[in-house]
């Protein structure tokens, strides 16, 4: 899987004249999913930070996800500010939740970083449903305002579906920019190996709470965006689940791929919309779906397409795993 | 309980404690179990906990048995299952830790709503265990919890003979500390690591079985049992088999105190801050020896 650093401008451009399309000749609901699908791809964006970029699975994206959608919730709600004004709250309040909790824990390796997140994870979720006072407890929040611009109300799927694209595309643009500056480089080099990397005075341990910064900044923006389309937000939206559909989101389209976790979030986001109606037989489809992933295709989905020709520093790399 | 002084309430608590507490323990054992030979996390136990309640709920209901035959049974069925599904399912999730860990999670999503498809609605558990209620010190408390906890002292101290004095056992012993040299020395590795799969799914069976008969039964409530049964592991050290029970019984009773004393809403956070900040400060856990885990 090898990254590809710049933006491809011309299928960019061709990607998007195709989604400004969608709308205009898709039914309703198809909007309402692809609406889903364009928020999620914000988290799943940030997980990449710390997935491809470190090495590291987290399952807590989506607590970190909530706090940014409960930060703009209650300030729109119970302090009457504008929705607009929330977006810098909502990213912060991510960014500050995630980090301190996540902070300390970025020094574990591997399977011990997940079990620290999943930790999290569950803490951030009890205190969503138990601080009563402050978050409403198991009532949730509700009437959530639509997000205004210049008097206009973004409140049908219709128009949300502009604002979601903008935000996702300009997300996307933002993280391959970052992924191609030398801070990305940094990253990907901790990534490979953060022994050699420390050799080459890079900061270890700086950039990889750099990458826990970014990965929840994204995750409160898309917290934000959920919180202002689906306007009542609970604390059971954000549970262990939906943390494992972004992890695997991210999974199935392979390391180090911001184009393939897109591609797997439309499929995986759009499928669990799709089989809403099947009640618990969707979850049971559901796990079907991470299992045999997992089970068949443990490099992602883009894998089945592989790329003309892996740079030789990647066949060694894979020789040597392989022994 | 108008006859339970302050001493008699502290005296319930502790023995509710130490009951949920043994619970934690034998579930997470699993989890050391597996750790030790694979390194690998299985978070799919939590669900195979409440499978295995439910699966003594089936017997129960269709064969009057007394308590010990019902566990045995249980027990050895899902030790079957376990050896199967090692073959079929998780054989094929070792590429790495994560690939494993959302299998897992994929499994026990399928196997809770499965589950949820014929018992959508908690239901009651025979009383295999008895309805008295036993009065010890000005405490009062259901005998099934007296149940829970000899039974787990009988389980940890068979899981030990069998891993110390058994042939079997101490060739598992040698796949967990190194599969190849026990393979070079005659130990069939694949088997061994299929019964181990199995023993993690008898345990968690049978602490299914256990605390079945205390509350009314629902598909969901392995979720957070199986999360706090691997808090009490990584607490106690997630590659030491005491530390294990003893991380168990610990969290089992602070989460009991803390839910009595300072606030019972925050009662299922105590086993997640344990948990965060063992990791954070001393991921080796209490009893654990040392793995090579941070950078």
């Known amino acids: 899987m090898t990254h590809q650093p710049t933006i491809r401008f011309g299928r960019l451009c061709a990607a998007l004249a195709v989604l400004l399309v969608l709308p205009f000749v898709a039914p309703n609901y198809v909007i309402h999913v692809a609406n889903f699908v364009l928020i999620m791809t914000l988290p799943v ?121 903008a935000m996702a595309t300009a997300s996307y643009m933002l993280a391959k920019r970052i992924i191609a500056s030398r801070m990305g480089l940094r990253l990907r080099a901790i990534s490979d ?104 295709f443990p490099k992602g989905v883009l894998s089945l397409f592989p790329r003309r020709s892996p740079k030789p520093a990647q066949l060694v790399k894979e020789r040597t795993s392989d022994a | 309980m108008e006859t339970t002084g302050s001493v008699g309430m502290l005296l319930q608590i502790l023995i509710g404690g130490i009951a949920t507490g043994s619970i934690y323990a034998v579930v997470g054992l699993g989890f050391t179990l597996l750790y030790r030979a694979m390194k690998m996390v299985n978070f799919a136990q939590g669900h195979v906990f409440m499978a295995g309640t439910f699966l003594g709920l089936i017997i129960a209901n269709r064969f009057a048995l007394p308590a010990i035959p019902l566990l045995l049974i249980v027990m050895v069925l899902a030790f079957l299952i376990g050896v199967v599904l090692e073959r079929i399912v998780f054989r094929r999730l070792y590429h790495d830790h994560d690939v494993f860990i959302v299998g897992a999670i994929g499994l026990g999503i399928v196997l809770m709503n499965t589950v949820r498809v014929f018992f959508p609605e908690p239901v009651p558990f025979p009383k295999v265990f008895g309805e008295r209620l036993v009065e010890f010190g000005g405490a009062r408390f259901q005998e099934a919890y007296l149940w829970v906890i000899g039974c787990t002292v009988v389980l940890v101290a068979l899981l030990h003979s069998f891993f110390t004095y058994t042939r079997h056992g101490r060739a598992m012993r040698a796949v967990a500390s190194d599969a190849e040299i026990a393979g070079t020395v005659g ?66 009773l602070l989460e009991n105190l803390a839910g009595t004393y300072i606030s019972s809403a925050y009662k299922d956070l105590v086993a997640f801050v344990i948990l965060l900040a063992m990791l954070v400060f001393r991921p080796n856990g209490l009893l654990g020896t040392s793995t090579p885990v941070k950078v």
């Open chain 2, 187 to 252: 130990v069939n590795v694949p088997r061994a690591i299929a019964h181990i799969f199995g023993l993690t799914f008898a345990v968690a069976a049978g602490a299914g079985v256990l605390i079945g008969p205390l509350y009314f039964v629902s598909f969901d409530m392995g979720d957070m049992v199986g999360l706090k049964a691997f808090a009490a592991a990584v607490l106690g050290g997630i590659n030491s088999v005491p530390g294990t029970i003893l991380g168990g019984i610990a969290i089992g």
């Open chain 1, 193 to 296: 190996d953060e022994l050699a990397s420390s050799a080459v005075a890079i900061d270890v341990t700086r950039n990889k709470v750099l990458a826990l910064v970014l990965c929840s900044g994204w995750a409160g923006a898309g917290g934000f965006l959920y919180a202002h389309y689906v306007r009542y937000i609970h604390p059971d939206m954000f549970t262990l689940e939906p943390s494992i559909l972004l992890l695997t989101m991210s999974m199935f389209g392979g390391y180090r791929s911001l184009e393939g976790m897109l591609v797997a979030t439309a499929i995986l986001e759009s499928a669990t919309e799709y089989l809403r109606p099947f009640g618990e037989f969707r979850m049971i489809a559901y796990g079907m779906l991470l299992l045999l992933g997992m089970m068949f």
């Open chain 1, 45 to 165: 964006i940030g997980l990449g930070f710390i997935t491809g970029f470190t090495g590291r699975v987290s399952l807590s994206q989506g607590a970190i996800f909530g706090v940014g959608a409960y930060v703009t919730a209650l300030l729109t709600t119970k302090l009457g500010w504008s929705p607009l004004a929330t977006f810098a709250p909502a990213v912060l309040g991510a960014i500050t939740v995630g980090t301190a909790l996540g902070g300390p824990a970025m020094r574990l390796a591997g399977l011990y970083f997940v079990m620290a997140t999943i930790g999290i994870q569950q803490i951030v979720w009890i205190v969503l449903l138990n601080a009563v006072e402050f978050t409403g407890g198991p009532q949730g929040v509700r009437s959530i305002p639509a997000v205004g611009v210049g008097g206009f109300e973004i409140d049908s799927t219709f128009s949300f579906y502009f604002l979601a694209l």
